[in-house]
């Protein structure tokens, strides 16, 4: 358990606020930097020029496609780490970037963007907008012991990173998730995560029901995430005591 | 017993020993006790509950603030709300049968209403949305550390608003707002009126109302609460409790030391734990052969299984 996970954090066309949530974990990531992440590259934070060779990268940010330099950053990314995670709803999902169409100073033909998962393969997600601290603090945690940890570690983090893994499947995310793949399925069971989850608070309950007002919806995946019926894996969260403990104790 | 009661520590009957209290609560007064001591002690500083109308009329700041118009809220409709004090606790007691998503103030009860230890009681799914958001807390930033005692409540399914109405004012041929208290228990579903009458449905009945997704649920006793608690397995007036967690054990212990509950051995009481093991095995079987059914839904196409 001694030794380092390398990290890059790729900066694309994200407002920065993924980075601000990393950071919010006070001194919650400097206990990360010592004994768990040698941060190699990441602009705002660490001083290096270029994308270097790491474990993990980082993405935050949709990928402007009309931005060859952008383009040209993802695949870089992609061939220089091991692990890439899709920091994120911009990353994962495109989120508020799915609403641009250009015309912007001072570069008005940068009009479309995609999610980075339209581009490379993405192995992990962490989505929200932003993202939260507590989230990024324990995959971070999760992803060290998945690479460095016992094998029992390894199998811990590998169960808990699972479902974020599996969200890498879809690219796009909507507040109609809700309605397509958790209602219209029979699942819903009217908890009310997703109203509590929603950023911009879109989602009301209903009679036991999200009703969500689409023209507010940024299309982040929050609510679909959070949701216990979108993914919910029993033995992850059956240990939920254990788990929070030893996210705790690495943290000391 | 087996894997259908989950993991705990101890297993009790109970009831509170506040006699006033009792007159509010729907069986022990367990939630509203634990809530009510928990508050004295410092344990939380507010508590999301499932409240109701005359709460609402009463306390409206308290409550979810969404597009609800308060003036429009239906008898037995619950509203969730944060309650601070003992008496809020105690008007908004009572199980109401149908959807309340409580979840849905987790995160502003950590905003706007200021709070840093929060109590929440909640059917076993919304205790998996809580442990959920603890280790997974993609859209609930600085709430998993604030949730200092997540009580559990046995169910076995849940109800629509208008599955009730329709069963209350349908079936049983009651008007909603002269409905005093109502319960499942032996095989029914009972309406007691304010002056006195008594409807009981079979709950066989009510099976066609209950609300679609709970037919998956593998989880009877509320497995992930702090505290867990229902009627079944207990007396009468008396409430089956399973401390299940560090933090459980701990704020029972406390309770019990002032006094706050009396107690029977569950090996004592009848019909006691085989009962409610019987109802949880019944429960996961028949779920998981829905789940099952979900598999090979249409043809060649199956309908989607949350679980991982």
């Known amino acids: 358990m001694a030794d380092k996970i390398t990290l890059g954090y790729t900066h694309l066309s994200g407002c920065t606020g993924c980075t601000v949530a990393l950071a919010d974990n006070y001194a919650g990531l400097l206990t990360l930097l010592d004994k768990y992440v040698d941060l190699k590259y990441m602009p705002t934070l660490a001083d290096a020029r270029h994308i270097q060779k790491v474990d993990v990268s980082f993405v935050e940010g949709s990928v402007c496609i009309d931005d060859k330099l952008a383009v040209a950053e993802i695949k870089e990314t992609r061939e220089k780490s091991a692990i890439v995670v899709a920091l994120g709803g911009c990353a994962c999902y495109g989120n508020i970037t799915r609403f641009s169409r250009g015309g912007q100073q001072n570069q008005p033909a940068h009009e479309s963007y995609l999610p980075i998962g339209d581009l490379i393969k993405v192995d992990v997600y962490i989505p929200g907008c932003a993202p939260t601290p507590q989230m990024i603090r324990n995959v971070a945690v999760m992803a060290y012991l998945l690479l460095k940890g016992t094998k029992e570690q390894k199998d811990l983090a590998t169960a808990f990173l699972t479902p974020l893994m599996k969200a890498t499947e879809s690219t796009s995310a909507c507040y109609c998730d809700l309605m397509t793949k958790v209602i219209n399925q029979g699942l819903c069971i009217g908890c009310g995560s997703c109203a509590a989850a929603c950023p911009v608070n879109a989602i009301t309950m209903e009679y036991g029901k999200p009703q969500g007002e689409r023209d507010l919806c940024i299309k982040c995946g929050a609510c679909y995430n959070q949701c216990p019926r979108s993914w919910f894996s029993f033995d992850v969260v059956e240990n939920y005591e254990a788990i929070n403990e030893a996210i705790m104790a690495a943290l000391q | ?308």
């Open chain 2, 1 to 308: 017993m087996g894997a259908e009661l989950g993991k705990y520590k101890s297993c009790i009957s109970a009831r509170s020993t506040d006699k006033e209290l009792l007159k509010c609560a729907q069986d022990g007064g367990i939630v509203s006790s634990l809530f009510a001591f928990a508050l004295d002690e410092g344990i939380i500083d507010g508590a999301i509950v499932a409240a109701t109308k005359e709460f609402a009329a009463k306390y409206p700041a308290k409550c979810i603030q969404d597009s609800t118009n308060f003036d429009m809220i239906e008898p037995w409709r619950p509203i969730p709300a944060i309650v601070n004090t003992k008496a809020e606790l105690l008007a908004a007691a009572g199980t109401k049968y149908n959807i309340s998503p409580n979840v849905a103030l987790l995160k502003e009860a950590t905003r706007s209403f200021g709070l840093d230890k929060i109590g929440i009681v909640g059917t076993p799914c919304q205790m998996q949305a809580v442990r959920k958001a603890q280790l997974y807390p993609i859209g609930m930033r600085d709430v998993g550390a604030s949730i200092a005692l997540a009580v559990g409540i046995f169910c076995m399914e849940n109800f629509p608003y208008q599955s009730i109405l329709q069963l209350v004012e349908d079936h049983a041929a009651m008007k909603m707002e002269s409905v005093k208290k109502m319960e499942i228990g032996k095989g029914k579903f009972w309406v007691y009126g304010k002056r006195g009458q008594v409807v009981q449905l079979p709950l066989k009945v009510t099976h066609k109302y209950e609300q679609p997704g709970c037919h998956v649920c593998l989880d009877y006793v509320a497995n992930l609460g702090d505290i867990s608690t229902g009627s079944v397995g207990s007396p009468d007036g008396w409430s089956t409790v399973f401390v299940r967690s560090k933090i459980g054990d701990s704020v029972w212990a406390k309770a019990m030391a002032a006094g706050v509950f009396e107690t029977q051995p569950i090996e004592k009481v009848k019909p006691g734990l085989e009962l409610v093991s019987k109802l949880a095995n019944e429960k996961i079987t028949k779920n998981k052969a829905t789940l099952a059914a979900r598999a090979t839904f249409g043809v060649g196409k199956a309908l989607r299984n949350p679980y991982i």
